[in-house]
């Protein structure tokens, strides 16, 4: 008998979990700056260009502020929270639909009450993430929102 093509949703009382999906770390520790996020890979095979990861970001918690050649297309499935997208900043809640164009900063922040929760569909075969120098930066914070965005998410 082959393996199930199901794999059950099991929430739990510390986030969201498939089963037999890991729960990894976000990322590895680096230079990036980013806070309480976990992520797990739902679907990923050989033959296909996509991958389905579903991240969840902890009560007050940021992915890193980065950029990347992919795009990224983000269902929100719980909680909510803020996108910077480009030079924008959007609320989010379950159900809103994210695209992150190409080669475009972003960083998603939950709210500080509810973890956020959300499905990403990227390439698989993915580049390696940018971080902002210290000029970039300077320059996303002289856009108002963005920079009480960014005091808010970062550290």
Not at 41 to 54: A, I, N, S
Not at 116 to 121: H, I, K, N, P
Not at 131 to 147: F, K, N, Q, S, Y
């Amino acid at each position: 008998m082959s393996e199930s093509p199901v794999r059950p949703f099991a929430p739990d009382g510390d986030g969201y979990r498939w089963a037999t999906v890991e729960r990894k770390r976000y990322k590895e520790e680096g230079p990036a700056r980013f806070r309480d996020i976990t992520r797990q890979t739902l679907f990923r095979r050989p033959d296909m260009l996509g991958e389905l990861r579903y991240f969840e970001v902890a009560p007050g918690g940021h992915s890193t502020l980065e950029r990347h050649v992919h795009v990224h297309a983000v269902m929100v499935l719980r909680g909510s929270g803020a996108v910077l997208v480009g030079e924008g900043v959007f609320p989010v809640k379950p159900y809103d639909l994210v695209t992150v164009p190409p080669s475009t900063w972003h960083q998603f922040r939950a709210s500080a009450d509810a973890a956020l929760g959300f499905l990403c569909m990227v390439d698989a075969g993915r580049d390696v993430p940018q971080v902002p120098d210290a000029g970039e930066i300077g320059r996303l914070r002289a856009i108002p929102a963005v920079a009480s965005f960014l005091d808010t998410a970062c550290d």
